[in-house]
């Protein structure tokens, strides 16, 4: 259902590349780096467009997955609220 492998993945490889980056403008200063700020600004927007379209698609699946069990999905979101609201009284 929901790949949370691929997310976490994604997620990696920011971090690394925002390393990189604070490495490379520790060592090289302010020369050069805008060009390195905005290449890495270009990968992150695909990062997040790729992330955005793996969240589309779950969220495709998650109402499929509502739709085709209505009553169950109630039952669900009632007992959830139910114990929320008991959770909530006690404090």
Known sequence: MFDQRALRDELQSLRVDLSRLRNA??????????????ALADQIRAALGNIGEVLGQENGQLQKLLSDRPIASLASAFTLGVVVGIAL???
């Open 89 to 91: 009284r006690r404090h």
């Open 25 to 38: 403008i520790g060592e090289e200063g302010l020369q050069g780096s805008k060009s390195r700020v905005d």
